[in-house]
């Protein structure tokens, strides 16, 4: 029964290390399996981190951009009454009745620093001109007003209506567009 007693020895000794072995196999395949837990936990904190930033770094571009867009059409829409309201002010005063064109004629040749100089007028009124008694040189295209030469040439006073909107349109454009476009 020796022989038994040395296989059972054997046996038992094959089945200690057997354990053994499969117990740290075991060790090291749950640490392994921890460790990939964790680094996965990582990852997936890192990648929801990185989205969470790439999220909001796009909402804030998208919110910019927009931002961006409804100042352009604002400018746009501001620009557009501007000019309606200066192609308002054009046609009132293309539109002017004969008696006020007249005054104004008789105003600005007064007001010119020229005297006794030539004076060209709108084509619309250079018979008031004339029936004004103004020494009426030429006429001009445009709205109305006159411009006044000195008689040797030398100086030139442009009183036309274009020129005189264009000097209180450039004067008062920003009062008149900060009252008109509160924000």
Do not use: C
Request: net charge neutral; no cysteine; charged share 30%.
């Amino acid at each position: 029964m020796g022989l038994d007693k040395v296989v059972d020895n054997i046996r038992g000794e094959g089945r200690s290390q057997a354990t053994t072995i499969v117990d740290a196999a075991t060790k090291e395949a749950e640490a392994i399996l921890a460790d990939a837990k964790r680094q996965a936990a990582e990852l997936t904190s890192r990648r929801q981190t990185e989205g969470s930033a790439a999220a909001d770094a796009l909402l804030k571009r998208e919110v910019a951009s927009a931002d961006l867009e409804a100042r352009r059409l604002r400018l746009t829409a501001e620009r557009e009454l501007v000019a309606a309201i200066r192609a308002d002010v054009e046609k009132r005063l293309a539109a002017l009745p004969v008696d006020k064109r007249e005054a104004h004629l008789k105003q600005l040749v007064a007001k010119a620093n020229v005297s006794g100089g030539k004076v060209w007028v709108a084509k619309q009124d250079e018979a008031s001109a004339r029936k004004l008694g103004l020494a009426v040189t030429g006429t001009f295209e445009g709205l109305g007003g006159v411009v006044v030469e000195s008689p040797d040439g030398a100086t030139r006073e442009n009183l036309r209506y274009e020129t005189l909107l264009d000097e209180i349109w450039q004067g008062s454009l920003p009062q008149v567009a900060s009252k008109l476009l509160k924000h």
